[in-house]
Structure formats: structure tokens, C-alpha cells
């Protein structure tokens, strides 16, 4: 069961990808992530109060659930965006996929687990992937090298969250409240974050991207509820290698549905199998 939520999340979010980067054509980032966990938001809301009763949502899980929504959605989400608006889709998407590496990490620091030679070698073949995702071709739209910073930031605190959502689980396994939760702190962090970033440029939601972004955002749902129902059901080094598997079902639907304003070059395709081949190598002991 767990390995069947956590394909159908790996779906949603490669769909919620191409959707995005259509509505980033006329918006920006934080409008994307704005839009997308609102519609979320309310989607499971729903859909709590429907099936939950008052009582489960008190528990001291919900401070895991909390933080862990600081950290992603919120920040990992915003990030990701920003680094798929800088940089494309195929190259942004696997980068912040790599996530699992860094939630290895965590658990190697914070649990004292260990740390083997597979382990070792799914991190540099993920550093491979990273390093060729990074490359520059001429006929390929400008980036700066500090535009790589956005995903992979992305990256690091989408493998912080994961370590507290199970934290959270292990508490109270509760995985439609705690994706309502989570998803909620998300937003409430970006509509502050809006405030601050007004002066850049802030929310910018014209009818085309507002359509964009609200169809994301139901994928979204999919997705944040698939990924709680998976963690709940069985272990991170399971479920997570199955999820990393969006960033190649990511290019394909990128190169059938963004073809007038992405290119899907051979060695996207080669950094993002490596990037996502070294994270599933990693996890799968």
C-alpha cells in the first residue's frame, strides 16, 4: 500500500510541475506556491472535516507538523518554484528531488545511523547528476551558476520536513490532519513572505496563470496527501526513492507539453537519471 501512495505522489507532482511552469510564463514564483497550496489548503480542509473528527486535532503531533511545514511546503515549495522559473523544469525538478540525500544526512547526524559504501556511492553519483544538470550550453537560455542555489536549497529543507513529518506520525498517525497542518503552515508562511517581497515584484496573478496554478494546486492535493498516507504505511527508505522517480516522469511530460519553451537536451537527461539513480541507490538498502 505504502509503495502505491507513493507512486500515485511521484504522478502528482511531475503533473504539478509542467502546470506550474505553464503559469510561470506570465507570474513568478511565489505566486505559483501562493496559489497552488491555497487551493491545496482548502481541498483538505474539506476533507478533514468531512472524515476527522474535533477531538484528533489535539495532539502534541501537530508541532512536528507545524515546523515541518515551515520548512516544505512553504520555503522547499517557494524555492523549487523559483529555481524551475530560473532554470526550466529538466533542470531545476531533479535537483530539488535530491532531497533523500539530505534527509540521509540528517538521520546520520541527528540518529547516528550508518553510512555505507552504497550509500557513499548513490551520493556521488547524485553530485554527478547535479554537476551536469549545471552545465552550460550555448544555444540554452541564460542562467547564473547562483541560480543552482534556489533547487538546491530546496533540496535541504525538503529533506528536513520529511524527517519531521514521520517524526509526526510516529507521535500521532493521523495522515489527512497532518497534511491539512502542514500544508496550512505552508501557506500562512508564504502570505507573510509576500509582504516582504512586495518590493520585487510580489504577487502577480493574471487570469491565464490563475488557472495554472489552481490546477497545480489540486494536484498538489494529490500529492501532499499521497506522501502523508505513504510515510504513514512504511519506511522513508521505501517511499522516498519511489517519489524521487518524478523529476524523469517530469521530462517526459516536459517534452510533450513544454516543448515551445523548454528544450530537453541529452544531457539533461543524462544529470537527471544520475541525479535520481543516485538518490533511489542511496536509499535502498
Known sequence: MAESFALVASFFFAVSHIL?????????????????????????????????????????AIAYFIVAGIFAPALGRTLGYVGIQRLGVARAVPIVS???????????????????LQNLLGTLL???????????????????????????LGAVVFGISTNLRKLGLLVENLPLMAAAITATTGFLFIS?????VRASGGLMLSRSAAGWFAAAGVCN????????YALSSGKVVVVEPLITTNPILSIVLAAIFLRDIEV??????????????????????
Not at 23 to 49: E, H, P, Q
Not at 221 to 228: A, K, M
Open 20 to 60: 506550474v511552469r505553464r503559469g510561470l510564463a506570465t507570474s513568478n514564483a511565489i505566486t505559483g506556491a501562493f496559489v497552488s497550496l491555497g487551493v491545496a489548503v482548502v481541498n483538505l480542509w474539506l476533507l478533514v472535516f468531512l472524515f476527522l473528527p474535533f477531538q484528533k486535532l489535539q495532539t502534541r
Open 126 to 152: 547524485v553530485i554527478i547528476g547535479v554537476a551536469v544538470l549545471a552545465t552550460k550550453q550555448v544555444e540554452q537560455k541564460q542562467w547564473r551558476a547562483g541560480d543552482l542555489l534556489y533547487p538546491l
Open 98 to 116: 535530491c532531497s533523500p540525500v539530505f534527509a540521509s544526512i540528517v538521520a546520520v547526524l541527528l540518529l547516528r545511523e550508518s553510512w555505507p
Open 221 to 228: 492535493t494529490g500529492s501532499v496527501l499521497s506522501v502523508f
Open 192 to 196: 507573510v513572505l509576500l509582504r516582504w
Open 264 to 285: 530537453i537536451t541529452t544531457r539533461v537527461i543524462i544529470g537527471a537519471c544520475c541525479t535520481v539513480g543516485g538518490t533511489i541507490l542511496i536509499l535502498t538498502l
